[in-house]
């Protein structure tokens, strides 16, 4: 059973345009959502995170969105840049899934053309 | 800052043979460690995690095993690997902060 389900396998983006990544999770009390940015061969490094008591967090050039009702979350990455390209993954924790557990979705490779 | 150390970095094994994976943690005490794996075409699926010396849970039913002796060491083990086995293995370490990952053990079982 996948909780946390990212649809888009890859995703390809010009140059200083917007990447959006979605990702969307079945449960209900999953509270806080992370996403991580992963390239080849190395650990993912945490990129952004955001509480279900908020539906936007923003970082630099990194914003996300938290639908509850949809049980959705996006990524906007605005410009986007060549470095980039790599493959991210959201995550989801809350107690449904055990205080100490992350579930994470299958990824999505992301390629920003210069 | 908290460091992760595994390795190796890459391991080829035989099937049928024994696994040993190790990772050190450095600059916090007392985190919760996770094992994930990522294999090929799949996410980041979680095998084991820890809050605690000899504190085990695991999350999946499977040829492997993890041990944690020291508070700052997590051991993930198998008595005879299988070619399903095979992936990027990942330690991760929660204090507070998100999951912080190490840089992971590609593995390759033939």
């Known amino acids: 059973d996948q909780q946390v389900k990212q649809n888009s396998p890859s995703l390809s983006v010009q140059e200083g345009r917007i990447s959006i990544l979605n990702c969307d999770y079945t449960?209900?009390?999953?509270?806080?959502f992370l996403w991580y940015k992963k390239y080849p061969a190395e650990g993912p490094t945490f990129l952004i995170s955001?509480?279900?008591?908020?539906d936007k967090n923003e970082d630099g050039r990194f914003t996300v969105f938290l639908n509850k009702s949809a049980k959705h979350l996006s990524l906007h990455i605005v410009p986007s840049q060549p470095g980039d390209s790599a493959v991210y993954f959201c995550?989801?924790?809350?107690?449904?899934?055990?205080?100490?557990?992350?579930?994470f979705g299958t990824g999505t490779r992301l390629k920003v053309l210069a | 800052s908290q460091t992760i150390h595994q390795w190796p970095a890459t391991l080829v094994q035989p099937v049928g043979s024994p696994l040993s994976l190790e990772c050190t943690v450095e600059?916090?005490?007392?985190?919760?460690l996770y094992w994930y794996r990522q294999a090929a075409g799949r996410g980041l699926q979680l095998l084991f995690y820890?809050?605690?010396?000899?504190?085990i849970s695991s999350e999946v039913p499977q040829n492997l095993s993890a041990s944690r002796p020291q508070d700052r060491q997590f051991i993930l083990s198998s008595k005879k690997l299988l070619l399903s086995d095979s992936g990027f293995y990942l330690c991760?370490?929660?204090?507070?902060?998100?999951?912080?990952f190490g840089n992971g053990t590609r593995l390759t079982v033939t």
């Open positions: 995550a989801a924790s809350g107690p449904s899934s055990g205080t100490y557990k992350y579930i």
């Open positions: 449960n209900s009390m999953f509270d806080y």
């Open positions: 955001i509480s279900s008591i908020k």
């Open positions: 600059g916090t005490s007392n985190p919760n």
């Open positions: 820890s809050v605690g010396i000899g504190q």
């Open positions: 991760a370490l929660k204090k507070g902060s998100p999951l912080h």
